[in-house]
């Protein structure tokens, strides 16, 4: 008689002392291989013996792997994995305050998503251009409020455990590229374990940032990236002095890499252009409103409104901004 397969039990995640514990014995271990500055996720998958994907979860310590996966990225470093260095996992969970405790991953101030519906076809869109298609640059497009940056963050939770560091950064207030490469690679070396030592000028810190998105995988989400576009000019044009956003997506672009930066725009940057197209890695979506019911949903979520079924057609479809309509009794 056939047996079922029993079902795996994964339940377990490291306990903050647990990280450490595994952390300070790898870069002991790195720090004796004189020859690489840090593991690759590759690396680490093959001395533990477990897949990227258990190695991220295991590390990124926001989703639960088995026990015997602990045990064996322990032992891959000579530990032996006691009661302290693990617990049951908590329930997944979408508040800024969980996320922001995980080491790997900046998110700054990322808006929350706990109330998100449908985008199932972008979803899946944007998950195949990142995890199989390995795209290193996607933009996603639409008007004020259709749910862009609502979108890239549910999509870098889902996906963030292919990543070794994922990073948040918004550029609502213009910030300077420079300041902005700065606060990137802060994060960055810090959480690749690598000297953090930031080059003064624009073009030094332009190759380290690359240097990283070169020998890592790091997700790098740029929000709200119209702010340093000119809108009064050409398609995509750089307002005075911002410039170096250009020249940054350039390479990013154009270089290979094993990272993806994703931004989101209500305007469509000019470097992206001549790149686009089936083959390349460069690929932009752009967003629509939701779906009838539930853009109905989520107008109900943010007060009481009432109209026709052509009314909440036009609506939806025309305007995704719910913060634009107050508690108004008709749409
Ligand atoms: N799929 C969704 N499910 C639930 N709420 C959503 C969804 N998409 C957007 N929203 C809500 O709609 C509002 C606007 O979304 P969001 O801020 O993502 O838009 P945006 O396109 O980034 O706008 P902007 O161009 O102004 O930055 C937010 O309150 C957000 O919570
Ligand atoms: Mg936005």
């Not at 952390?23 to 013996?49: C, H, P, V, Y």
């Not at 994907?53 to 990225?73: F, M």
């Not at 998100?116 to 409020?145: A, D, P």
């Not at 009314?311 to 025309?318: A, G, Y």
Request: hydrophobic share 35%.
């Amino acid at each position: 008689m056939k047996q079922k397969p029993t079902r795996r039990s994964r339940g377990v995640i490291l306990t903050l002392k647990g990280w450490d514990k595994l952390q300070a014995a790898k870069t002991e271990a790195e720090f004796k291989d004189n020859t690489r500055e840090r593991f690759s996720l590759e690396e680490l998958s093959d001395r533990m013996s477990l897949s990227m994907h258990t190695v991220s979860r295991i590390l990124g310590r926001s989703k639960p792997v088995d026990k015997s996966s602990l045990q064996s990225a322990f032992a891959a470093f000579g530990l032996e994995l006691s009661k302290s260095d693990y617990t049951r996992s908590i329930p997944p969970c979408d508040s800024l305050e969980a996320r922001q405790a995980s080491p790997m991953y900046d998110w700054g101030e990322a808006p929350d998503t706990s109330i998100f519906y449908n985008r199932y076809e972008e979803m899946s869109q944007l998950q195949y251009w990142v995890l199989e298609e390995r795209c290193r640059l996607v933009t996603l497009l639409g008007i004020g409020g259709i749910g862009k940056s609502t979108l890239a963050v549910k999509l870098g939770l889902q996906i963030q455990d292919e990543f070794e560091v994922v990073v948040w950064r918004s550029l609502q207030n213009a910030t300077p590229v420079e300041d902005k490469l700065t606060s990137i690679l802060q994060f960055l070396l810090w959480a690749l374990r690598k000297e953090i030592v930031i080059p003064q000028n624009f073009e030094g810190k332009l190759s380290k940032l690359m240097e990283c998105l070169i020998n890592h995988r790091c997700l790098l989400i740029l929000d709200n990236f119209e702010t340093i576009l000119s809108s009064n000019s050409q398609v995509g044009q750089y307002r005075p002095g911002y410039e170096g956003y250009g020249q940054l997506l350039k390479l990013i672009g154009e270089v290979p890499h094993n990272s993806c930066v994703l931004l989101t725009s209500r305007e469509k940057p000019r470097e992206i252009l001549p790149l686009e197209g089936e083959r390349t890695k460069v690929k932009y979506l752009q967003l629509g409103g939701l779906n009838p019911n539930d853009g109905r949903e989520l107008f109900q979520q943010k007060g009481h409104f009432t109209g026709t079924e052509q009314e909440w057609e036009v609506l939806i479809k025309h305007r995704a901004n719910a913060s634009k309509f107050h508690n108004r009794d008709h749409v």
